[in-house]
């Protein structure tokens, strides 16, 4: 049996970063362990409700509220807000944990103060990867190309100077790159068949647990209508969601398919009176209960986002991807590459190509079975209650 201890989390203020820790949270919890939960004041409910004590801090980046647009369109866009806003959260987050240190770290990808931290205070740090982690050979077939333009910049030195100087203040001698992306020891929360080259990474850092879903029971409930020989759920999470274009491409797509009833998720930042008539068969939301359908979808129109595509799989839902930012068009491809889902670019996604694309899909019966197997995959990857022994055994001895 495990001695109690304090476990401190730390995240940011987005949904797809902050919801796949809540179950491994919930369970920390249920085992006796006092964990403290650093994130903003927005996601504090959420994080109460699974029995951690919340440490509420400001943060500097776009909110889940705000448009898209605020993160900007470059490489250097959508780096540098994260540096910024760690550099603004470390002396809260010192001042919030002042005598009350914890004995061990769990933090999400995005959470550079948090190793900053665990490293003042000499206490292990543990990484949960909401999406995929770098293999053997990423900074060379990756990070390197990507990266080799905006390093030549002025804007592209200046960060990286910035960033090796508060390392350094804080007694870090490692190169930003590793410190963001080679964990000393990581869980990763999507499943092994989502992880490009999986047979390329290291598994003494990084084990894969898999969906940490939980039943979501608080999220609502959704029944399947009486007569709907199949349904279909479109959702483009909870980011980048402004395309009224594609949902009414969708609307054609669908709400002409006799016998099909469409579940539509538009987001906060498009009005349902954007998309015209809505078909008697078709409900529009700015926010549906999504497992809980999935569980009963025959089809997922999904952007691909890492806690989506492993919905999908886990509930052995046929997909057509349509990715619209970071990581997203790897997840695509690999879902594709599975040969459970077709990536769709937005741009291709019309009425026409959406519904073949969508009646191809539930005519093959190879879908069907490589799903099955994927799920019965998932189902061995140990999930919550792995994730909650792994962190339990990077615990300093008693």
Known sequence: MTSPAHIAMFSIAAHGHVNPSLEVIRELVARGHRVTYAVPPVFADKVAATGAEVKPWHSTLPSPDDDPSAWGTTLLDNVEPFLNDAIQALPQLVEAYEGDEPDLVLHDITSYPARVLAHRWGVPAVSLSPNLVAWEGYEEEVAGPMWEEPRKTERGKAYYARFEAWLAQNGISEHPDPF?????????????????????????????????????????????????????????????????????????????????????????????????????????HSWVPQLAILRQADLFVTHAGAGGSQEGLATATPMIAVPQAVDQFGNADMLQALGVARHVPTEEATAETLRSTALALLDDPEVARRLKDIQAEMAQEGGTRRAADLIEAELPAA
């Not at 999507?190 to 084990?207: C, G, H, K, M, T």
């Not at 898999?210 to 909870?238: I, M, T, Y």
């Open 180 to 284: 963001v992306g080679r964990p000393a020891r990581s869980l990763v929360l999507i499943p092994r068949a989502l992880q490009p080259n999986a047979d390329r990474v290291d598994e003494s850092v990084y084990s894969f647990v898999g969906a940490c879903q939980g039943d979501r029971g608080g999220e609502g409930d959704w029944q399947r209508p009486a007569g709907a020989e199949k349904v279909v759920l479109v959702s483009l999470g909870s980011a980048f969601t402004k395309q009224p274009a594609f949902y009414r491409e969708c609307l054609k797509a669908f709400g002409e398919l006799p016998g099909w009833h469409l579940v539509l998720q538009v987001g906060r930042h498009v009005d349902p009176a954007e998309l015209g008539d809505i078909p008697p068969n078709a409900e529009v």
